[in-house]
């Protein structure tokens, strides 16, 4: 993985990860231990599908650097549809608290991709390659 790529990640990845904390440790006090795992989860869920659809959406980038927009928004649109797919699957469940596990899971994907706009407008990245200095044309 490239420097940047690397960069964007961990730009994202920790203030997400940070959010899942807080929301674990609130969500432990509310709920109880079911609403910590339910945090835990939620948290887990957004960090995979966010982190594999960045990794998606950077190799997208570097092979066919035409289809950059396009992939970038039906991503989002398939990784919130996902995303909710989630929150169906495991409405009922009796295995961690719900509430904890939607709210967390919609706070950390806010944060991700706010955190992921962010760290794409502070990257220098160079949209033109540098011609060499001794090469002719």
């Known amino acids: ?13 920790v203030p ?6 807080i929301a674990t440790v609130v969500s432990g006090v509310v709920a109880g231990g079911k609403g910590a795992l339910g945090a835990v989860a ?3 869920v957004v960090i995979l599908f966010m982190g594999v659809g960045l990794v998606v959406l950077q190799r997208t980038a ?9 992939m ?3 991503l989002y ?22 509430k ?3 709210f967390t899971l919609l706070a950390t ?11 794409y407008m502070k990257a220098k990245i160079m949209y033109v390659e540098p011609e060499k200095s001794g090469s002719k044309q």
């Open 109 to 119: 994907t806010v944060v991700w991709v706010a955190a992921q706009a962010r760290a």
């Open 77 to 98: 649109t398939a990784q919130l549809l996902l995303l909710f797919i989630f929150l169906a699957l495991f409405k009922d469940t009796t295995l961690f608290d719900f």
């Open 100 to 102: 904890a596990f939607a």
């Open 42 to 44: 939620g948290t887990l």
């Open 72 to 74: 970038g928004l039906m």
């Open 62 to 70: 570097k092979s066919l650097p035409q289809l950059f927009q396009a």
């Open 1 to 13: 993985m490239p420097s940047n790529d690397a960069r964007t990640l961990l730009h994202t990845a």
């Open 16 to 21: 997400t990860a940070a959010v899942g904390v």
